[in-house]
Structures are given as C-alpha cells and as structure tokens.
Nanobody
Framework: QVRLVESGGGLVQVGASLRLSCATSGRSFTRYAMGWFRQAPGKEREFVATISYGGSTRYEDSVKDRFTISRDNAKATVSLQMNSLKPEDTAVYYC???????????????WGQGTQVTVSS
C-alpha cells in the first residue's frame, strides 16, 4: 500500500507560480512512476505530467513549457512546479503512483486526495 498526500495548492493570480508537492509513504518509492492529474469542475480527470522511476518525464501539451515535474527519491516526494499559471489551470490536482509512466489515469494504482489550485484573472 502506498499513501500519497498532496500539498501546495492555493489561490493565485494569472501569471503567478505554485509548487505542488506529494509526499509518499509505504512501499519503496523508487519502484513507482509518479504522475500528476487534474480535474476541473464538470470535466473529466486529465493527465498533466509524469516521471518514471528513472527520471524520464512527459507532459500534456498545454503545460509543457510552463510546468516541471521532479522527484526526490531520498525524500520519497514528487513535485510539480507550475509557472505562468492561467485561469484554465484551475482544477483539483492529484498525485498518483503506478508501475509505468503513463498518461492514462488507469495506469496508476494509488492516488492522493487532491489539492485545489485556483487561478484568478
């Protein structure tokens, strides 16, 4: 079992930055790929970014030049640095752990409770 706890969400203005963190506990962190997903009101959950256990990354096109995913295997944490935030980035952001770095939500076995990010114009 892997527990995931997100933090770092909040209310910011357009153009601001936020850094989300996901702390994990349980089984060996390094065996898992980690992903970030988001869900806006009335919309389906969508892929944001993923990082493999080896550090390879993949991003959704709309965030590719603004967001950076990273992991600290020693601290068993994964982060999402979000720059130049836009109103359309407003959503609940979820951290997830799985055995492969997938863009599909069904590729992940464990999920956090989510953290709200609101970007105000």
């Amino acid at each position: 079992q892997v527990r995931l706890v997100e933090s770092g969400g909040g209310l910011v203005q357009v153009g601001a930055s936020l850094r989300l963190s996901c702390a994990t506990s349980g089984r060996s962190f390094t065996r898992y790929a980690m992903g970030w997903f988001r869900q806006a009101p009335g919309k389906e959950r969508e892929f944001v970014a993923t990082i493999s256990y080896g550090g390879s990354t993949r991003y959704e096109d709309s965030v590719k030049d603004r967001f950076t995913i990273s992991r600290d295997n020693a601290k068993a944490t994964v982060s999402l640095q979000m720059n130049s935030l836009k109103p359309e980035d407003t959503a609940v952001y979820y951290c997830a752990a799985g055995l492969s770095a997938s863009y599909r939500s069904d590729g992940y076995d464990y999920w956090g409770q989510g953290t709200q990010v609101t970007v105000s114009s």
